[in-house]
């Protein structure tokens, strides 16, 4: 199995910034998609940005050129920079993770515990 455990949230103004991060562990895996989503009360769970299996960047059109995900491969770590943040924003931030595992090649879908965010007017 791979466990994802995310940090860095917290309560932020808006027009703030904050700094997520995401760190995998488990057996011997490889990761080939990487990204994070949110989900606001009473809101279904969305795409915030990703790597995706392609090795491109997909961002959310509510984010673009506000947050920018990041990538450590070599430490199985992912860090989303969020910038201008704005009270849209507040929502519980989850590491999502697919790839396989090295040792049976099966496959493999992780979630983070989630990380709230909030961000006062």
């Known amino acids: 199995q791979v466990q994802l455990v995310e940090s860095g949230g917290g309560l932020v103004q808006a027009g703030g910034s904050l700094r997520l991060s995401c760190a995998a562990s488990?057996?011997?895996?490889?990761?080939?998609?990487m990204g994070w989503y949110r989900q606001a009360p009473g809101k279904q769970r969305e795409l915030v940005a990703a790597?995706?299996?392609?090795?491109?960047?997909n961002y959310a059109d509510s984010v673009k050129g506000r947050f920018t995900i990041s990538r450590d491969n070599a430490k199985n770590m992912m860090t989303l920079y969020m910038n201008n943040l704005k009270p849209e924003d507040t929502a519980v931030y989850y590491c999502?993770?697919?790839?396989?595992?090295?040792?049976?090649?099966?496959?493999?879908?992780?979630w983070g515990q989630g990380t709230q965010v909030t961000v006062s007017s």
């Open positions: 488990g057996s011997s895996f490889r990761i080939n998609a």
């Open positions: 999502n993770a697919q790839g396989w595992i090295a040792s049976s090649l099966r496959p493999f879908a992780s």
């Open positions: 790597f995706t299996s392609g090795g491109s960047t």
